[in-house]
């Protein structure tokens, strides 16, 4: 995996702080503080990405944090931070050994969704890591 690193803009608000992501329009995060809303806004990412990664969408490069304009409609901004996201790498062939009707139900669904098996794979372990890193 690759990793990349995307600014949030920090907004103060009555309970905490609210982030926004200036490249994922309408990705928000929220927490008590500052700690909070960085891991809940890595977490959100990382379910947001694998979202766009599962659909086909491309992925954007990050913007430099320093040349986002800032938001005049907005709370006024209480910081800038970047938050990381690890993106996937190079393919490699594995094999696994998995019981046959897990595979065909795997490969029934991959077919419902114009997917292929490595690519259905590949996006419930997505999924999976990225929820147990809650």
């Given at each position: 995996?690759?990793?990349?690193?995307?600014?949030?803009?920090?907004?103060?608000?009555?309970?905490?702080?609210?982030?926004?992501?200036?490249?994922?329009?309408?990705?928000?995060?929220?927490?008590?503080n500052?700690?909070?809303v960085?891991?809940?806004?890595?977490?959100?990412?990382a379910?947001?990405i694998?979202?766009?990664i599962?659909?086909?969408?491309?992925?954007?490069?990050p913007?430099?944090?320093?040349?986002?304009?800032?938001?005049?409609?907005?709370?006024?901004?209480?910081?800038?931070?970047?938050?990381?996201?690890?993106?996937?790498?190079?393919?490699?062939?594995?094999n696994v050994?998995?019981?046959?009707?897990l595979?065909?139900a795997?490969?029934?669904?991959?077919?419902?969704?114009?997917?292929?098996r490595?690519?259905f794979?590949?996006?419930?372990?997505?999924?999976?890591?990225?929820?147990?890193?809650?």
């Amino acid at each position: 995996m690759s990793s990349r690193y995307y600014p949030i803009i920090l907004e103060r608000m009555e309970d905490g702080l609210n982030a926004t992501f200036p490249d994922f329009p309408g990705l928000t995060a929220a927490g008590t503080n500052a700690a909070d809303v960085v891991a809940n806004a890595e977490t959100g990412l990382a379910l947001h990405i694998a979202g766009m990664i599962e659909d086909g969408d491309s992925i954007p490069e990050p913007s430099d944090i320093d040349t986002v304009p800032v938001d005049e409609d907005a709370p006024p901004e209480a910081g800038r931070l970047l938050v990381r996201a690890d993106l996937p790498g190079r393919a490699t062939r594995v094999n696994v050994t998995i019981d046959e009707a897990l595979l065909a139900a795997i490969d029934a669904e991959a077919k419902r969704r114009e997917t292929s098996r490595s690519g259905f794979l590949a996006a419930a372990a997505r999924r999976e890591l990225a929820q147990r890193a809650a």
